[in-house]
């Protein structure tokens, strides 16, 4: 007997025990289904058709995943949530055991239609089936996204550079009399919210600027916000690998206008430095951003710098040309044979001789004329040991002409080179200097924002 009354006292208290803890479920079930049951999501949720529905956003950049200069992409990691009231979906917490929240999933309930206008590709996101609902009605919608918009991204400044992209929070089908938007937080808390960006990638951000307007069509507006992302790139990865290996080659080629412009060291110098130029380019262009909108400074500077060099060279390579055209005609003259033409006759005037006569003619390599008549051989065979050397001394005077001369003509296109040497040498300088006083600025502007 006492048996069957410890058996009868268990079974009631387990039965009190899941009497108290089935309300608490049996109320968030009929909650749910109270709520939905004759719940039409495809219905705007207001009582009043002429009061528009407040949809509050808010917006949270997570990460800069690519900047894409090519193709004028941003491509950014945000955290993105919608905040609404659905006058639908209220109820009385006290007759619901106290439960002021619950989570309902999105494909049963009305949503905002709100689109992103920069968004070039489907957004990708973590499927979170579920919204928060309060007993108020109020909806919190969170979505954690990653958009590839549209921006006009300017690269003129790399590796200093900032770049200000938007993305526009707008209903695709409901005017401003239907939804309108607000942000969640002021305008101050979101512009220096940043304790959720990843700091540690290329790009840092700068600030979140937020803007609201209404954009005007027919037959009526639509409500959009606007969030300015404002990101700058962290140049020091650049300025090791770019900028100091272009200023010591940058160096290298001005040292190469202390060489003397006639010598061939100098082509082999300048060539050096010109494949130096070439390999750096080649190198270099994986690490600059393709060419987008406008050209990046730093590749105008080396192109600059490359024309310069490239102009230089042509200069010493036409001198040793010119140089070395002088120098094969005196050449000529000094191994070709300097043996007179000896010519029977007046020399071509038409008249003849007598037989008994001869004149001689003697032309020598300077231009200089012998002419001698002789009436017998034996006259000619008396004086033919001064005349020998006083041709021999005629060819020695007119090489020596021929010598002064190449060299004027030597020293000619010499003074003409140390001046070329010097307007190059000193377009180098002013070319340098405007792109360090340039570089210089940007980095002051750079590290001011």
Not at 45 to 56: E, F, L
Not at 397 to 403: F, I, K
Request: net charge neutral; proline share 4%.
């Amino acid at each position: 007997m006492m048996k069957v009354f410890l058996l009868l006292l268990v079974f009631v208290s387990g039965s009190l025990a899941g009497a108290t803890q089935r309300p608490g479920n049996s109320s968030l079930h009929r909650l749910t289904r109270r709520l939905l049951k004759n719940y039409d999501k495809g219905v705007r949720p207001v009582q009043n058709w002429a009061r528009a529905t407040m949809v509050y956003l808010d917006l949270f950049v997570h990460a800069v995943l690519d900047v894409d200069a090519q193709n004028q992409k941003l491509i950014s990691s945000i955290w993105y949530r919608q905040i609404w009231k659905d006058e639908y979906l209220t109820w009385n917490s006290s007759r619901y055991d106290g439960i002021q929240e619950i989570s309902l999933p999105v494909s049963s309930i009305w949503v905002p239609d709100i689109i992103i206008g920069e968004s070039v590709d489907v957004s990708r996101s973590p499927d979170l089936p579920y919204v928060y609902l309060n007993a108020t009605g109020v909806v919190k919608h969170y979505k954690p996204m990653q958009v590839v918009s549209a921006c006009n991204l300017e690269m003129y400044a790399f590796p200093f550079d900032s770049q200000n992209c938007s993305l526009t929070f707008s209903s695709a089908l409901h005017t401003v009399q239907e939804v309108d938007l607000a942000f969640w937080r002021s305008y101050e808390e979101i512009q220096s919210d940043q304790q959720l960006f990843l700091n540690d990638s290329e790009w840092e951000l700068v600030s979140v600027l937020p803007e609201q307007h209404i954009l005007q069509s027919q037959p009526g507006g639509f409500a959009q916000i606007r969030f300015h992302i404002v990101i700058r790139r962290r140049p020091l990865l650049y300025v090791v690998s770019l900028l100091i290996p272009s200023i010591f080659l940058v160096a290298v080629d001005l040292g190469s206008f202390y060489l003397p412009p006639n010598s061939g060291t100098r082509i082999t110098f300048k060539t050096s430095v010109l494949v130096g130029y070439t390999l750096f380019k080649v190198n270099m262009s994986d690490n600059l951003p393709g060419a987008g909108k406008s050209t990046p400074l730093i590749s105008v500077f080396f192109t600059s710098c490359m024309a310069l060099l490239v102009l230089s060279l042509s200069k010493s390579i036409l001198l040793i040309k010119f140089l070395h055209l002088g120098e094969d005609r005196v050449r000529e003259m000094l191994f070709t044979s300097c043996s007179c033409r000896s010519i029977n006759g007046c020399g071509g005037d038409g008249n003849s001789q007598a037989p008994g006569h001869m004149e001689e003619k003697t032309t020598c390599p300077g231009g200089i004329l012998l002419r001698r008549k002789d009436s017998s051989r034996e006259d000619q065979d008396a004086t033919h040991p001064l005349e020998k050397v006083l041709r021999e001394l005629l060819i020695i005077s007119s090489h020596l002409q021929a010598l002064e001369g190449m060299d004027k003509v030597e020293g000619n296109w010499l003074v003409l080179s140390y001046k070329m040497d010097k307007l190059l040498f000193r377009a180098y300088l002013l070319v340098v200097t405007v792109y360090g006083f340039i570089l210089g600025a940007l980095w002051v502007a750079w590290s001011l924002q």
